[in-house]
């Protein structure tokens, strides 16, 4: 059963960072690409970026520069390390498989507020 918990969000002021962590389970993750999305209130979820197995990148255009995501495959975790953070980065955040094109139902998220 494939199991993806998100953690690691808070309130956070602007120009701070946060990191997020997903641990996965249930599935071979090191052959697997992962992304991260987020839905802020009211708009539709969107794809901020995404890792291939091989370790290949692709980010948002809202978040290029300012946001990395990486993974660990001996402890079955992908990480967005997210710096400069802005208001408009306030949303619900979500990891899923797939590169850049989510596969599983989405779970709980973690909620990011960045807020003075």
């Known amino acids: 059963q494939v199991r993806l918990v998100e953690s690691g969000g808070g309130l956070v002021q602007p120009g701070g960072s946060l990191r997020l962590s997903c641990a996965a389970s249930?599935?071979?993750?090191?052959?697997?690409?992962m992304g991260w999305y987020r839905q802020a209130p009211g708009k539709q979820r969107e794809m901020v970026a995404c890792?291939?197995?091989?370790?290949?990148?692709y980010y948002g255009d809202s978040v290029k520069g300012r946001f990395t995501i990486s993974r660990d495959n001996a402890k079955n975790t992908v990480y967005l390390q997210m710096n400069s953070l802005k208001p408009e980065d306030t949303a619900v955040y979500y990891c899923?498989?797939?590169?850049?094109?989510?596969?599983?139902?989405w779970g709980q998220g973690t909620q990011v507020a960045v807020s003075s």
């Open positions: 899923n498989r797939g590169y850049c094109s989510p596969i599983d139902n």
């Open positions: 249930g599935f071979i993750f090191s052959s697997t690409a």
């Open positions: 890792i291939s197995s091989g370790g290949s990148t």
